[in-house]
Each structure stands twice: as structure tokens, then as C-alpha cells.
């Protein structure tokens, strides 16, 4: 297969299935599925409907990956959902996933943009780093999952 022939376009309700399945092969492979991933990834019209985004990776007919922008409130975008299917790594797609999500975050001036994520997944921080996210300190409070090891926020230009 070419990495040309992957296209990201928005969510659309029809994809519920494939967000869910997608992300729900990463966590159990890695780690757990947590009681807020269960809520976002069974509702993800609510992402939507909060002034978030999602964007899918579609090779022909079929969903091959997944990322989310989730408005939290207080002009802030968390990086959220990200997976590719297995069978796909490596072509590219998390990065053209990634870059749209950054592309449509640059359209909300005055917001802020983060991620949480895993100290175990080293291919997906190096991602995140090139992209332009830096490690932070984490804001006060706890994060919302508990495999979160590691707060990136997106200083890119």
C-alpha cells in the first residue's frame, strides 16, 4: 500500500464504530481501558458537540487511524485518541493525523494545545516532539487517566 492513498477527513457518525475499535486495540494492548475512555470512545459525537474535533485516516473503504482535539474548556485543546491500526504503522498516517489536528488547532487563536500520554510509548513521544510539543510540568490537579506519566504542550510555530 502508498501512503498516498490514506486520506484524513472528519469524523462522521458512521465511524463511531472504528474510533472506538481503534483506540480500544492500543489501550488493551498497553494498558487498561479506563472509565473515561470508555465514556469519550462510546460518545464521540460529544467531542463534536463540545467544539472538539476528530479526524480519521481512511485507506479505501476502510478507518485505519484516529485522533481527537477535546475542548476542555478555558481556551484549551487536549490531543486526544490517537491510534493507527497495526496493520498500518508506519506509512506515515499518525504523523498526517497529527498534523491535521495541529492545522485546525491553528485555526482557534487563543487557545492552548496539550497531551498526556505514557512514558513506555517512545515512538509516539518522539512524534509529538518533532511535532512541535515540548514536556511541561503538569498543571495542578489530577490527570483524568491514570497511565498518564508524561504532559507535552505544543509550542510549534
Avoid at 1 to 25: C, G, R, W
Avoid at 60 to 86: H, Y
Wanted: proline share 4%.
Amino acid at each position: 500500500m502508498k501512503p498516498d492513498s490514506i486520506e484524513i477527513i472528519p469524523f462522521v457518525s458512521q465511524y463511531q464504530s472504528a474510533f472506538k475499535q481503534l483506540n480500544l486495540a492500543w489501550l488493551e494492548k498497553f494498558f487498561k481501558v479506563e472509565p473515561i475512555d470508555e465514556e469519550v470512545l462510546s460518545h464521540p459525537d460529544n467531542i463534536i458537540s463540545s467544539g472538539g474535533y476528530i479526524f480519521m485516516a481512511r485507506c479505501g473503504d476502510q478507518i485505519v487511524g484516529t485522533c481527537a482535539l477535546i475542548n476542555t474548556g478555558d481556551a484549551q485543546f487536549e490531543l486526544s485518541k490517537m491510534a493507527v491500526d497495526e496493520r498500518f504503522q508506519g506509512l506515515g498516517i499518525g504523523r498526517n493525523l497529527l498534523n491535521a489536528a495541529i492545522a485546525q488547532y491553528r485555526l482557534c487563536p487563543g487557545y492552548t494545545l496539550f497531551l498526556e500520554t505514557n512514558s513506555a510509548l517512545k515512538t509516539a513521544i518522539s512524534l509529538y516532539e518533532s511535532a512541535g510539543f515540548v514536556h511541561a510540568s503538569r498543571p495542578d490537579g489530577p490527570s483524568h487517566y491514570e497511565r498518564a506519566d508524561v504532559y507535552m504542550a505544543y509550542h510549534g510555530n
